[in-house]
């Protein structure tokens, strides 16, 4: 593998945010996916702080229709902030005014039709240009010590590549998931030679599964140009990362941290029972619930 210390710093990330969440209806019939919370937070706003965690300082949103409430997050909330201000409550308003740290941007652009991951990537590129760039999407939530898109960006700094965020995963759940076929190059880190999107379970060409955690070189936007419909007749991002590591190094790295697949309901429980157990306000009387009524319910 070769390394390189020849390239642009990381500062746009694209947030693709215009599907319609129908796994959860009717939750999100009139709101987005993005915005249901884990404990006391929406999803979304996991995803950017996990992009501020990275030094990353442009937010580019790919919404759709029904996503307002995701633009009304990131905005100021002028009349929630005077009251919060008129009655002393200082904490909350602080709460508030943080979601969107100083020096960091939000743009929005709406993706008109549903063609797929990779048809929402380029919807973004001319805010993008000639720079490298992250993708996250905001239904894996990851959980950790250090985030997962700043474990990335070493490894972008150091092999100068494009970096796909991988895990294992086990049995038939593979199909759900991009999969790769990389050789391993040391601890956690593979290059790749392959990768396909939601393959049946015999053609998988490894049990390691992609997760919504992508850096890319500013040359992918040429290969979602080309792309033709793929799996489920959308423009699937994972083929032009396929046409992308024919032209150029592309690595696959295995995070550290818990990864909570928030687009289903059980992903999603799960996320908010053991954020739950570690929040501040409510994690000790979360566990005794969960210990001495719960527990006893299910004996
Ligand atoms: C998308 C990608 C897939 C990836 C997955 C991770 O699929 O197309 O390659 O493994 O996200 O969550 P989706 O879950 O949107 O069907």
């Known amino acids: 593998m070769t390394s390189s210390t020849n390239h642009k710093i990381l500062r746009k990330a694209i947030f693709p945010v215009a599907g319609l969440?129908?796994?959860?209806?009717?939750?999100?019939?009139?709101?987005?996916?993005?915005?249901?919370?884990?404990v006391d937070k929406p999803l979304i706003q996991y995803a950017v702080e996990e992009a501020v965690s990275a030094?990353?300082?442009?937010?580019?949103?790919?919404?759709?229709?029904?996503?307002?409430?995701?633009?009304?997050?990131f905005d100021k909330a002028y009349e929630l902030e005077h009251q919060l201000e008129k009655s002393g409550k200082k904490e909350l308003l602080e709460i508030a005014q943080g979601v969107v740290p100083k020096g960091v941007s939000c743009t929005y652009i709406r993706q008109t039709?549903?063609?797929?991951l990779g048809h929402a990537v380029l919807t973004a590129a001319h805010l993008i240009g000639d720079e490298p760039f992250a993708v996250l999407l905001a239904d894996d939530l990851i959980h950790g010590e250090i985030s997962a898109l700043k474990q990335m960006v070493e490894q972008h700094n150091f092999y100068g590549s494009s970096v796909v965020a991988v895990q294992q995963v086990s049995g038939a759940a593979i199909s759900a998931y991009g999969v790769i076929s990389g050789v391993q190059q040391g601890d956690r880190l593979y290059l790749l030679d392959g990768i396909v999107e939601k393959p049946k379970v015999k053609d998988a060409p490894s049990d390691l599964g992609v997760t919504g955690r992508y850096i890319f070189s500013p040359q992918i936007f040429?290969?979602?140009?080309?792309?033709?419909?793929?799996?489920g007749g959308e423009y699937q991002l994972t083929d032009a990362i396929q046409m992308l590591l024919m032209q150029e190094q592309v690595i696959a790295y295995e995070f550290h941290g818990t990864r909570y697949d928030c687009g289903s309901k059980l992903g999603l429980l799960r996320a908010n029972i053991e954020l739950g157990l570690e929040h501040p306000e409510i994690g000790n009387e979360l566990r005794g619930f969960l210990k001495n009524e719960l527990f006893q319910k299910l004996q």
């Open 55 to 73: 030094g990353i300082t442009e937010m580019i949103f790919v919404t759709g229709r029904a996503k307002r409430a995701i633009a009304d997050h």
């Open 21 to 38: 969440g129908s796994r959860f209806l009717p939750a999100t019939k009139a709101s987005p996916k993005e915005m249901m919370p884990v």
């Open 222 to 231: 040429e290969h979602l140009r080309a792309l033709k419909p793929g799996a």
């Open 113 to 116: 039709e549903a063609l797929g």
